[in-house]
Each structure stands twice: as C-alpha cells, then as structure tokens.
C-alpha cells in the first residue's frame, strides 16, 4: 500500500507545527506502509522560495519528492487583498486569487498527482489553507484525506474552504475543538473523521539537574517554550509578567522563555531568555520548572502542552484559546486565563499550591498516556486508512 | 478523546469557578483598578477582519499620556530597602524636573489621537456607504424582471397588476443597508450590549439568535466564550463570517429542533421578538426553554412599548416589525412556560433634553400649587412618552429541571 502525504514544505530544520505533524506522522506510519511526502522546495513559509533542491532524498527513511515553486508569494499583494477578502464583502473569484497568492503555488506538484495518481493508494493533505490542499482535495476528492491543522482564524470563514471539508473520504482531527468549529463552518457531519492529534517523543536522555547546572540555573522558574511571537500571545504574557512580578516585589521566581524571538523581549531582571535550545536541554527545562504557560490565543493542538504532560508538569494556558482551555479540561491538568485578573489569581493559586500543581501534572501526564501516546496514535491512523484502501481496492476489482 | 476522571481527581473546572468567584468579589471590592481590568486587553492580536483601527486608536488614546508615572519597589531582597529609598528621593525630583517639558509633547499627542479617531469615524461612515451603495448596485441588478413585468403591463395598456415581491436576497440586502443607515453602530452597540456579559460568564455555548452583524457574537469572543450567532439574513451572516464570528443563515426553529436538548449555556435575542408573530414567539421560546442547560440564562432585548414616542421613533420606521411585546406579558409568558424570570432592565433612556422640562417656581410665586401640579403632570407624561427605548427581560431555566 503506497500513501502520499502532502505538505506545504518538509524538512528536518523546517519549524511549524502542522509541517512537524506530517514528519512525524509520515515517518511512523512508513513502519506500516511505503510512505512518499511530497512537497515543494520551499523552506520559508512567507516567501516560499525553493531553497531546497528539486528531486528526490530520503529523510529519516522516507522518501521525499520535491517540486518547485512557481512563483514566490507576493507579500504586498498578499497583504492587499487579505485586508479586502476580510473585511468587505466579495466574490468566490476574489477568494481563489487570495487562495492563489497564499501560496506556495506549484503546479508541478499538482501535475504530478495527475500523471501518477494510479500509484497510490491515498493522498493525505496537510492544512486545509494552502493552495495545494484546496487543488489536491478537489482534483482528487475520491482518494483523498485531509488534516485540517485548523485554527479559529479568519481564513476559515471563507466560503472556497466549505467543499475542501466536505469532500475527502476522511478528516483527520487534531482535537475535539478543531472538529466543532469545522462541522460548524462547513457543516460537514457525515464525512468520515477521527479525532488523533499526535504523539509526544521524549528523547533518551534529559535531566533537570544537568540543565540547571549548564544554565547556571537555581531560582524556581514558570517557562514557555516556542517562538517568541505577539501571534503567539506573548507580548500579552509579558505584559501580565511584569505587572505581577511588579505587584509582588518580593517574589522568587523568574520566567524563562526557549525559543527564537521575533520581537524584542521585555529587559527584566524577571525575564530571561535562553534561545533555542536542543531537545534534551528543553525537556530537562521543562522538567525543572513549576510549571509550563502557553500564552497562546490560536492554537490548533499545542504540541508542547502535551509534552509538559508527558513530564507530568502542570500547565497554564490562555482560556481564550478554545483548544488549550478544552485540553485542560478534558485532562484537569492545568489552569486557563482570560484576562489579566484571572491570570493573577491563577499564579497565585499555582504557585501557592505545590500539591496541586504536582496533582494536575500527573492527571495531564495520565491523559498524554491514554490519547497521545505514539502506539494510539499509529492505531487510530490504521484503522481509518485500511478500511477506506480495502474499499477502493474491491472497487477497483469488480469495476 | 478519552477524558481523565477518577475519586482523586482535581477538578479543574471546581478550581475556575473558585478563581472567578474570587475575581468578581476583589473587582467588587474595587481591589482591581480600571488600569489592572485594561491591561487585559492590551497587546493582544487583533485579528484581520475586526475592527483593527479603532483597536490601535483605543491603545493609542490609552497610552498618549507618558509623563512619568512611577512606581517605587524593588525585587532586590537585601539591596532592596535601600534602592527603595534612593528611588523616594529621586524620582519625585526627576519627575518635578522632566514633566513641564513633557506637558507640550502630551498636547500635542492627545490633539493627535484624537484627530485620528476622528479620520476613523468618517472612514467607518464612508465604508459603510460605499457598502451601500454595492449593495444598492447588486439589488438593482436582480430587479429586472420586476421591471420587465410592469413595462409588459404599459405595453399592453393593462394595469401592471402583480408586481413580483422581493425575492431573498433582494430583502436580505435592504435589510442589511436598513441596519447600517436606523441601528447603532457596531462599536455603540457593542458598548450598549456589554450590559448583558456578566449573564453569560463562565459558559460554555450560547446562541446568539438573531446575530445581525455579530456584535454580541464578538463580545462574547473576546471573553472567551463559544458563541454561535443565527441569522435569516444572508448578508448578515456574510458579515459576521468576515469578521471570523461563528454564523450560520438559518431560522431559530429549525436550528434548535436540531440540536439536542440541554445544550445550551445561554441564550440571546436582541431586538429580535418583535419581527415575530406571537404563535412562532411562544413556540420558540418553549423551545428554547428545552434547548437550554438548567440554570443558564436567556436574555430577550426588544422595543419598549410603555415608551409611546419609540412607536413613533424606531418601531414603525423597521417595516419587518410585527408586533410589540409588553414586559409584562413576555414575563408571565417565561414564568408559565417554565423559566425562572430573574429581572427586567430598562435600557436606552431617551436624553433628558428631548423630555418635556420641568417648571422652576419663582421665589414668592403664588401659583406654587399649580406649579407644582404642572411638573407631576410633565413627569406622567414623560414617563409614557418618552422614558427608556428598550428593555431587555433576563430569565433562568429552573436548576430542578
């Protein structure tokens, strides 16, 4: 059985959650199945530019097509029509154009699904918003699987995204959030669909201690940990950092972020920033911590909560995010915020309370156990592709 | 997605209410200022598709003003009194000496901010008539064959007889630039709804039915809470969709009929019954009443009909109005389907300047019976005539049911 799965780019130093999701998926499920990816050359999600090379390589053994993108995205463009499809009222066509200048716009990609379409079994496509998903789904919509990778953002609302969510064979779910807000858009109830987000990796070796003493580390810290972005709520939980920590002078903790920044951070003694850091290093930060804040408000599964959980750390999400806020209430393994007042009174409650915060790790790390874990996850992909490909096999067969 | 549960557990949702309870009792003992509750609301993203300028300005009004404002503390422990001190002494000094020059530089900023909102203002009315006039644009496309039946009918010196009636859209159009030109606007109106957000705090779904251009919706957004807004007006929900507010074009029956009983957290109307014809009014809200969680809210905004002067302001200039819904009768109406009626607030109070005025009596005036008799008459009248435009009538679903 041979699968494609298709992305907007892939590779092991390209950053982004859905991108990370396709990796991991692709490469435990080439246990199963032959496993192709294919992608455009692309590394920079803004621009798209080809920055690998065309052809063919094989990643942590799969083997990954690359196709070239035909134009760069540009941005100015992009910009400009983005701020008339979101806020006046136009047409489907005005949508496509939108959809065409998102990008990454690779009509090589697309012809080569035409032209080899009979050697495959399935096409899986990744995030719902980009310009391949919407050709490959609705060039192909009888072999086809999609992982929406979605998020409460405008792009959503488009009325172009309606059939791409109602015309694969399957959808594939990161969280129970993510299905509600697309059944509500596109009304999309009887397509085929599961619920199974990804599964957490520790690496082999990771100690709190030995990140301590590396970093020279030995005050009580809350850490966040991804890019250092406003898109990411950031600037936000520096603002209600340094308030708290300007409201209680005497306070000994320190908030320690990992990451690459894409603004400036805030200079306070309270603050510090450690950069981006290899695995082992990050999880033995997260290990050593109180606990873990996810100030973000557009997430689609958060990938680091559930590795918090995985450490049996509690975590402190923004309420306002309706995938954090379901996360921690369906495995009462953290707290939500949703404004400066009830982030205040969490910390204090958080912090006040070593028992509870050790309690709502564990119950976080029982509920990573019993949805996330690499063995679930792999059996839940199983059970919806071979069925859907024994199908289309005996169909073939009689036809 | 199995959910993690056993004797031991910490519930997180018991700790939340805790954490909110605690909240509301330090904001009611005025603990938080109105500079902790804004803070709130800064830095936050805003979304493509809101209205991102009058967010900027709002920031930009918050923060034209950077003369110093200082706060004296330290996270020093042992350093910490000293630095303290140093701090008493010299920021007051700094700040003595720096302000005066600053005081032009802050004018100068607040004429500024303000300038720019007033940019924004007449940007908002010119968006909204150039919206206008595309919708005008597209409904005179539609109309031909409207046209076309009443030149047949010249042609053949007949009457023209049946004229066609507004198809769908047609309507849904006018409506949508009816609302523009007679309701508030967005950012008014949203202001005036904020009343109803303490109703619906700490729920999980409530619907909006009704959602116009989604105002409500995206108060209720902003608070964290899942919102569904419902509407039969295409445009309308074309809007809101743009404004990424979860929208959907259909009628109230047919959308709760499809959901399951209890689901619902609350449940909104504003300016909505009074389209309705009294037999769908009372099916609805037994509906309603079977669709909402026990112990949640709904909330029924409508025109004030103890108001005379609003029939002659607002009420029969919206020509989909049917009928007006006196407070009393909406309330025995929820008591006897089953709610439990909480309170009935009086909202939108005409302007004291349009009231009839009283009489002031002159010193020594001997006529100070009649003028006396005269203002308690001025008050009668003004109490039918033009007291408060709206109400809004709040009521709980029984917890026993």
């Known amino acids: ?399 | 997605m199995e959910n993690i549960q056993n004797d031991n557990l910490i519930d997180v949702e018991k700790i939340m209410n805790q954490i909110r309870e605690d909240v509301c009792r330090k904001k009611e003992l005025g603990i938080y200022t109105g500079a902790d509750i804004r803070v709130s609301n800064l830095s936050m993203r805003i979304p493509v598709g809101t209205n991102e300028l009058s967010n900027q300005i709002l920031f930009l009004q918050r923060h034209y003003d950077f003369r110093m404002d200082y706060n004296i503390a330290s996270h020093r422990p042992l350093l910490g009194r000293l630095i303290v001190a140093g701090k008493r002494i010299f920021l007051p000094i700094l700040a003595k000496a720096l302000n005066p020059f600053f005081d032009n530089q802050v004018r100068f900023n607040q004429q500024l901010v303000n300038t720019m909102a007033l940019i924004a203002e007449r940007l908002h009315q010119q968006e909204g008539e150039l919206m206008s006039l595309r919708l005008q644009q597209e409904g005179s496309a539609a109309p031909v064959s409207t046209r076309q039946c009443v030149s047949q009918g010249d042609r053949t010196g007949q009457m023209p007889g049946i004229v066609e009636a507004f198809n769908k859209t047609e309507a849904d159009n006018w409506y949508f630039f009816f609302e523009h030109f007679f309701r508030e606007k967005s950012d008014k109106l949203k202001e005036h709804q904020r009343i109803y957000l303490p109703y619906f705090r700490g729920a999980d779904t409530v619907l909006d039915i009704g959602c116009g251009k989604g105002e409500f919706l995206e108060l209720l957004k902003e608070e964290g809470i899942n919102a569904i807004g419902i509407d039969t007006n295409s445009k309308m929900v074309e809007y809101s969709m743009m404004r990424s507010l979860m929208a959907i074009e259909t009628d109230a029956m047919s959308y709760l009929c499809s959901i399951e009983d209890n689901s619902l957290c609350g449940i909104f109307m504003s300016q909505v019954i009074e389209h309705m014809t009294p037999e769908y009014l009372m099916s609805l809200l037994k509906l309603c009443y079977f669709k909402l969680r026990p112990g949640c809210c709904i909330v029924l905004e409508t025109v004030n009909p103890l108001c005379l002067s609003t029939f002659a302001r607002t009420f029969y200039r919206d020509l989909t109005h049917i009928k007006p819904v006196h407070p009393e009768t909406i309330q025995t109406l929820l008591n006897y389907l089953g709610f439990k009626y909480e309170t009935t607030l009086f909202l939108s109070p005409i302007p004291d300047e349009e009231r009839l005025q009283g009489v002031l009596p002159d010193k020594g005036f001997k006529g100070a019976a009649l003028t006396e008799q005269l203002n308690s008459n001025f008050h009668k009248l003004n109490s039918l005539l033009f007291s408060y435009q709206d109400f809004a009538i709040i009521a709980r679903k029984s917890e026993g049911n």
């Open chain 1, 1 to 399: 059985m041979r699968i494609a799965f298709i992305v907007q780019r892939y590779g092991l130093d390209v950053t982004g959650g859905s991108e990370l999701l396709c990796r991991c998926v692709s490469e435990h499920l080439s246990k199963y199945y032959d496993v192709e990816v294919l992608t455009t050359c692309a590394r920079d999600y803004v621009t798209w530019r080809d920055e690998y090379k065309e052809g063919e390589e094989k990643i942590n053994n799969v083997l990954v097509r690359r196709f070239k993108v035909a134009k760069e995205r540009d941005t100015k463009a992009f910009a400009r029509i983005s701020r008339r499809i979101f806020r006046l009222f136009h047409t489907k066509r005005g949508e496509l154009k939108w959809l065409e200048l998102q990008g990454p716009y690779s009509p090589d990609l697309l012809n080569y699904l035409a032209e080899n379409e009979e050697r495959y079994d399935l096409f899986i496509f990744f995030t719902y918003r980009y310009w391949l998903s919407y050709h490959g789904v609705m060039s192909f919509p009888h072999k086809s699987f999609l992982i929406p990778t979605a998020e409460d953002e405008p792009s959503i609302y488009l009325k172009i995204f309606r059939p791409v969510f109602n015309k694969p064979k399957a959808i594939i779910y990161c969280t129970v959030e993510e299905k509600e807000l697309i059944n509500q858009v596109s009304a999309n109830h009887a397509v085929p669909n599961d619920i199974i987000g990804m599964g957490v990796d520790l690496p082999e070796k990771y100690d709190p201690q030995e990140f301590r003493k590396k970093h020279n580390i030995h005050y009580d810290y809350v850490i966040y940990v991804g890019r250092i972005d406003p898109n990411k709520g950031c600037q936000e939980m520096f603002d209600y950092f340094i308030k708290f920590f300007t409201q209680r002078p005497s306070l000994q903790l320190k908030l320690i972020l990992i990451g690459n920044n894409i603004i400036q951070i805030p200079v306070h003694e309270n603050i510090v920033h450690l950069g981006y850091l290899p695995d082992e290093d990050k999880f033995g930060a997260i290990k050593a911590s109180r606990f873990l804040i996810m100030p973000s408000p557009y997430e689609s599964l958060s990938i680091v909560t559930l590795e918090a959980w995985f450490l049996s750390k509690a975590v402190l999400v923004n309420g306002r995010c309706k995938v954090l806020k379901g996360q921690c209430q369906r495995s009462n393994g953290g707290l939500y915020y949703r404004n400066y007042e009830e982030f205040e009174a969490c910390m204090d409650h958080m912090l006040d309370n070593g028992g509870i915060i050790e309690q709502l790790g564990r119950q976080g790390n029982a509920y990573v156990e019993a949805n996330y874990t690499w063995e679930i996850i792999e059996d839940k992909y199983r059970k919806l592709i071979e069925p859907f490909v024994a199908q289309s096999s005996l169909r073939a067969r009689n036809s």
